[in-house]
């Protein structure tokens, strides 16, 4: 799994995920993304280079999210694959995270 990160300013961050969020691929995102999580209002995570994704994976998404939520911030899912997103909606995880398919990159806090 390889993660990149772009901090934009103090608020936010652009996270790119690229392989497969499997066990391997959810320990290397965990530090990462508790570190945002903690010191960020609002993430964004750019799926759209996530091939596979397993329960350990959507679990660090759910984690990273409540996070987020519990300091009134925003975890947004950004362009996952067709199959990342069916795994996604079927977990029930679109229902505690924004999942979106367009362009648009930047996660803002809730309101």
Not at 28 to 38: N, R, V, W
Not at 83 to 102: D, F, K, P, Q
């Amino acid at each position: 799994m390889q993660i990149d990160i772009e901090e934009d300013g103090n608020q936010s961050a652009r996270v790119v995920l690229i392989g497969k969020l499997d066990i391997a691929g959810a320990e290397e995102i965990a530090l990462p993304l508790a570190a945002l999580s903690g010191g960020k209002s609002g993430v964004t995570i750019d799926m759209s280079g996530v091939t596979f994704i397993a329960s350990i994976g959507i679990r660090q998404l759910i984690s990273a999210s409540r996070a987020l939520g519990r300091r009134g911030g925003s975890l947004v899912l950004l362009n996952p694959t067709a199959i990342v997103n069916e795994v996604l909606v079927a977990s029930g995880a679109g229902e505690l995270m924004t999942i979106t398919h367009s362009g648009a990159a930047g996660a803002s806090p809730k309101a």
